[in-house]
């Protein structure tokens, strides 16, 4: 298995738990080191077709997973969905795209999973555009829409509340911090 964007919270997951079960996993990253200690990695920017297409033919993996995804960069989110597609169909791979539901306004909800993407956000179209490639590229991959992905740790602002929403509790929006100039503030914390 190939988990393309492996450094993330949900690729890093998904090799946590395919190790776990002894299945054969390789994850990439942009970094040229390994994010975490242990298995293999390979550096990848997705956004490069020509060794995206290497990087998959050589890594002989059965299934590729394509978490990737950049917030702000149609590049690494739509371009490289389409890469990543092109490359797995080339290598005769199966192909797992990990959307979002940002894909849909919410105007509509609850959206059926035949429903044309109507998406408010650069990220969501972007995420839109993906999802058009890969069923044009790779008919026979599979799309995955997930909504808000958080960690056991709840490690961010969002995650907090989500956390804190699940066991009934409240939690403030804003989290206090004592740096003194916005923007060396991390996002969510208010002066």
Same mark, same amino acid.
């Given at each position: 298995?190939?988990?393309?964007?492996?450094?993330?919270?949900?690729?890093?997951? !998904?090799?946590?738990?395919?190790?776990?079960?002894?299945?054969?996993?390789?994850?990439?990253?942009? %970094?040229?080191? *390994?994010?975490? #200690?242990?298995?293999?990695?390979?550096?990848?920017?997705?956004? @490069?077709?020509?060794?995206? !297409?290497?990087?998959?033919?050589?890594? %002989?993996?059965?299934?590729?997973?394509? $978490?990737?995804?950049?917030?702000?960069?149609?590049?690494?989110? &739509? @371009?490289?969905?389409?890469? /990543?597609?092109?490359?797995?169909?080339?290598?005769?791979?199966?192909?797992?795209? $990990?959307? #979002?539901?940002?894909?849909?306004?919410?105007? @509509?909800?609850?959206?059926?999973? %035949?429903?044309?993407?109507?998406? %408010?956000?650069?990220?969501?179209?972007?995420? /839109?555009?993906?999802?058009? &490639?890969?069923? &044009? !590229? /790779?008919?026979?991959?599979?799309?995955?829409?997930?909504?808000?992905?958080?960690? #056991?740790?709840?490690? *961010?602002?969002?995650?907090?509340? &989500?956390? #804190?929403? /699940?066991?009934?509790?409240?939690?403030?929006?804003?989290?206090? +911090?004592?740096?003194?100039?916005?923007?060396?503030?991390?996002?969510? +914390?208010?002066?």
């Amino acid at each position: 298995m190939l988990i393309l964007g492996g450094s993330g919270l949900l690729g890093g997951e !998904i090799l946590s738990q395919a190790r776990a079960q002894d299945i054969d996993a390789i994850g990439t990253s942009t %970094r040229s080191t *390994s994010p975490t #200690s242990g298995g293999h990695w390979l550096q990848l920017d997705l956004r @490069d077709r020509q060794a995206t !297409i290497e990087l998959v033919r050589a890594a %002989r993996a059965d299934v590729v997973m394509n $978490v990737a995804y950049r917030q702000s960069d149609w590049a690494t989110t &739509a @371009d490289g969905a389409a890469n /990543a597609a092109i490359a797995t169909t080339s290598a005769g791979a199966h192909l797992v795209f $990990v959307s #979002s539901d940002a894909v849909f306004s919410g105007a @509509d909800s609850p959206y059926s999973e %035949r429903a044309l993407p109507d998406p %408010r956000t650069p990220y969501g179209a972007a995420k /839109a555009a993906a999802e058009t &490639a890969v069923r &044009a !590229i /790779a008919p026979a991959s599979m799309i995955a829409r997930t909504s808000l992905i958080i960690s #056991s740790n709840g490690a *961010s602002v969002h995650e907090r509340l &989500a956390h #804190s929403a /699940a066991r009934g509790g409240r939690a403030p929006l804003h989290r206090r +911090c004592s740096l003194p100039r916005p923007r060396d503030r991390p996002r969510g +914390c208010a002066p």
